[in-house]
């Protein structure tokens, strides 16, 4: 049932999936509960909109992963920095003290 989402990469009515079901091996009277499953296993997003219910894919692993490395990448630019700071502070200290004898 999820193929069907990675195949368009698009958004679908509960009625178009419905239809879609049977041709991935999923009987039409259980497509709600299959769509629900992915939606809270998260790989599938639902919203209302107006009166219908859409249901879009939402490539949460993807997400998460880029987030995870980018906060990771973010993270040791930030430690890197604050190594060479104190580096820095470091070296200058000995500078001073080696000034003072």
């Known amino acids: 049932m999820l193929q069907i989402f990675y195949d368009s ?5 509960l009625k ?9 091996g999923v009987i039409s009277q ?6 629900q499953s992915l939606v809270d296993d998260d790989l599938v ?7 219908s219910r859409d249901h879009e894919v939402r490539s949460q692993i993807e997400e998460r992963k880029i987030r995870i490395d980018g906060a990771y990448e973010d993270a040791k ?4 920095s604050l190594q060479e700071e104190k ?3 470091d070296k ?10």
Do not use: M
């Open 45 to 51: 997003f639902k919203d209302k909109i107006g009166t």
């Open 92 to 101: 200058n200290e000995l500078k001073q003290k080696l000034r003072s004898f």
């Open 9 to 13: 990469q698009d958004f679908f009515l």
């Open 30 to 35: 259980s497509v709600k509960d299959v769509i």
């Open 77 to 80: 630019r930030k430690e890197n």
């Open 87 to 89: 580096l820095q502070q």
């Open 16 to 24: 178009e999936l419905e239809k879609s079901g049977p041709k991935k």
